[in-house]
């Protein structure tokens, strides 16, 4: 079996050039594509010491299997992974926003965890190695390209990773529908990693107790739970939101 597939895209290959370089072999583009975009993707790559093959729109065509390609795609090792969350911390200029995902095994609910974290601009997500879905064919299929520009990180020791976080400065909230803290109150300027259980049960008892907060998400209706890349997307657009603001935050409490 091959150790070698395609990504495909402005977005994802830019993303895989500034956040692991390693894994990509060789970068295909369109010849035709002379504009500011392509420009600047082609210094990064000369950059990076990448090899470029200039090549015709019906050779990308191929390469992908598919016509959106907008012209750029990269044959990646999928053996090169991220190595440690300390590898994707030390490439921030910004505040970190993170996803932690304790045990979540369902790959549909994976890949979509994976398009809301691309959405609302998440530095990595992390997950357990054992007892939670890894980035399987379903996972790439749902995620739609957003497991080649997110960058997932497998760890051993949940509970550990927590920690190292924490260290780090990084505020570490957990969820759960019977929390006495309201999402609404939190002042999410800083650094952020919100904790999802998997589907069902929740966080485990470690990880719950090695979270700085926990806190619910308000609801209205009936129902007493939400998907869990639904209760994704609602934190982390909360964060992105309060992120935006130009207000400096002094605390993480609420």
Not at 122 to 142: E, N, Q, Y
Not at 203 to 209: D, S, V
């Amino acid at each position: 079996m091959s150790n070698t597939r395609p990504i495909f895209g402005f977005h994802a290959v830019t993303s895989r050039l500034r956040q692991n370089p390693d894994s990509i072999k060789e970068i295909f583009i369109d010849a035709d594509r002379r504009d500011q975009r392509a420009r600047e993707l082609i210094k990064l790559a000369e950059f990076k010491d990448i090899r470029l093959i200039s090549c015709d729109h019906e050779r990308l065509d191929k390469i992908t299997g598919n016509k959106r390609h907008q012209g750029i795609t990269a044959i990646v090792d999928t053996t090169r992974g991220y190595l440690s969350i300390e590898d994707v911390l030390e490439t921030l200029s910004e505040p970190a926003r993170l996803l932690v995902l304790d045990g979540v095994q369902d790959p549909h609910n994976l890949g979509a965890c994976l398009r809301v974290a691309d959405a609302f601009g998440v530095h990595a997500v992390i997950a357990p190695k054992d007892r939670a879905v890894g980035l399987t064919a379903t996972v790439h299929k749902v995620a739609s390209g957003a497991a080649d520009t997110i960058p997932f990180i497998p760890v051993t020791n949940l509970a550990r990773t927590i920690r190292t976080l924490k260290q780090r400065g990084i505020w570490v909230i957990g969820t759960d529908s019977n929390a006495d803290c309201d999402l609404n109150t939190l002042n999410l300027h800083g650094p952020v990693a919100w904790v999802l259980g998997a589907e069902g049960q929740g966080m485990r008892r470690l990880t719950r107790e090695n979270c700085d907060q926990i806190t619910r998400i308000p609801m209205l209706g009936n129902v007493e739970s939400l998907n869990v890349s639904v209760s994704a997307g609602i934190c982390l657009f909360e964060t992105y939101r309060q992120q935006l603001t130009t207000i400096p935050a002094t605390t993480n409490e609420s």
